[in-house]
């Protein structure tokens, strides 16, 4: 879909109400504005695509994982509970790996362990997705710089070639001016829905691996150990 907008940006022809002009050749005469804007569009792009492949649920969280190790962990299958979660290859097997090979510890100690590996890949998910929100709030502000700079070239036109007498001259010139800020807007508008989705999407696998890991610490080590039970706390980063 977003490809979709850059190419109607790009190539779609709009006919004026006076004459016959293009968007593309707009775009040609918009200035470096407009190349700035099409590059934060391809960053655009290939941002979206890279976290729409790469931060999906599968390699944050799986629930049948932890039906498949319940029972063998209820078994003492410790070594079985091993090369199942070292062929897992999302957030989620990294912790029960982490509660496994810690299992002798406190319960405080493997609650706080689980939360710094939930907390760091998350944030390391969430980084990636950072340029989204540059771009949303950057590509409006320089569509606008770009038609303020041509407003001022199109009245420097008027001002030395008496173009008040040619209202077509004055037109041209602010429409070419206005195609900037209609550049910025398109782009900035789609970079903050995705920045928006990533967000969002963050905060709910984050409800899911905090309920996951606490259900998995109160039932597998509130019966050997004595501490009381630490909730992790790995939603707050992703606010």
Request: include cysteine; hydrophobic fraction near 50%; charged fraction near 15%.
């Amino acid at each position: 879909m977003l490809k979709l907008l850059v190419a109607i940006l790009l190539f779609f022809p709009m006919v004026a109400t006076a004459a016959d002009i293009s968007l593309r050749e707009q775009f040609a005469e918009g200035g470096i504005a407009l190349v700035v804007i099409l590059l934060m569009s391809i960053l655009l792009v290939a941002i979206s695509a890279e976290r729409l492949v790469n931060f999906r649920t599968k390699n944050i969280f799986s629930s049948a994982l932890v039906t498949r190790v319940r029972p063998l962990w209820l078994a003492g299958d410790f070594d079985q509970i091993h090369e199942l979660l070292e062929a897992e290859k999302n957030t989620l097997g990294r912790i029960l790996n982490y509660l496994l090979c810690h299992r002798h510890q406190q319960v405080s100690v493997l609650a706080l362990g689980a939360t710094e590996i939930a907390s760091l890949e998350l944030r390391q998910h969430q980084q990636k997705a950072y340029a989204l929100s540059i771009v949303a709030t950057v590509a409006p502000i320089v569509g606008l710089l770009g038609t303020v700079i041509g407003m001022i070239e199109a009245f420097h036109v008027i001002a030395y070639s008496q173009g008040m007498g040619n209202p077509a001259l004055l037109a041209g010139g602010i429409s070419k001016a206005l195609i900037n800020t209609a550049a910025g807007l398109s782009v900035a508008l789609p970079a903050l829905a995705m920045h928006h989705f990533f967000k969002h999407r963050s905060a709910v696998l984050s409800l899911q691996l905090e309920q996951t890991i606490n259900q998995c610490i109160t039932e597998w080590f509130t019966s050997t150990h004595s501490d009381s039970i630490t909730n992790l706390k790995v939603v707050s980063h992703a606010n």
